[in-house]
């Protein structure tokens, strides 16, 4: 078997993974999307591996490491969004920039003073 065609399908599978996480907004789909990136570099590690006939199968077993190294990040990024979508009521990536720290007022404190609760100390003094 040629080299070419494994690789030709990985980078299909890379390009597809890579317009998922730009154009989508759906952070489920991100991830899912990122999956993908990492299907395609997995199955590249295999095909140089068999390609190269290596007798230790270190692309596969760096194969297994990423897989392993995925499920993680999956369950991970899964927990996250979850926490996100119940707090917030939506996954959308775009409105989740609010959770980004507030720029310097212009005493140069972070965040404004009008989110503050007003206690009244300022007002006995």
Same mark, same amino acid.
């Given at each position: $078997?040629?080299? =070419?065609? #494994?690789?030709?399908?990985?980078? !299909?599978? @890379?390009?597809? %993974? !890579?317009? +998922?996480? !730009?154009?989508?907004? /759906?952070?489920?789909?991100?991830? $899912?999307?990122?999956? *993908? $990136? *990492?299907? =395609?570099? /997995?199955? /590249?590690? &295999? =095909? @140089?591996? &068999? ?6 199968? +270190? +692309? ?8 392993? &190294? ?10 996250? &969004? ?6 917030? %009521? ?15 007022? #212009?005493? +140069?404190?972070? %965040?404004?003073?009008?989110?503050? #609760?007003?206690? %009244? ?5």
């Amino acid at each position: $078997m040629h080299l =070419a065609y #494994p690789a030709v399908l990985a980078v !299909l599978l @890379f390009c597809t %993974g !890579l317009y +998922g996480v !730009l154009a989508r907004r /759906n952070a489920i789909l991100v991830l $899912m999307s990122v999956e *993908l $990136m *990492l299907n =395609a570099v /997995n199955l /590249n590690l &295999v =095909a @140089f591996d &068999v390609w190269l006939r290596d007798a230790l199968h +270190g +692309g596969q077993a760096l194969t297994l490491f990423t897989i392993a &190294v995925a499920a993680a990040e999956i369950g991970i990024g899964l927990a996250i &969004v979850l926490l996100v979508y119940r707090n917030r %009521g939506s996954s959308d990536i775009d409105r989740l920039r609010d959770l980004a720290e507030q720029p310097a007022g #212009p005493d +140069g404190a972070a %965040g404004s003073r009008e989110a503050q #609760p007003d206690t %009244g100390a300022e007002a006995t003094a």
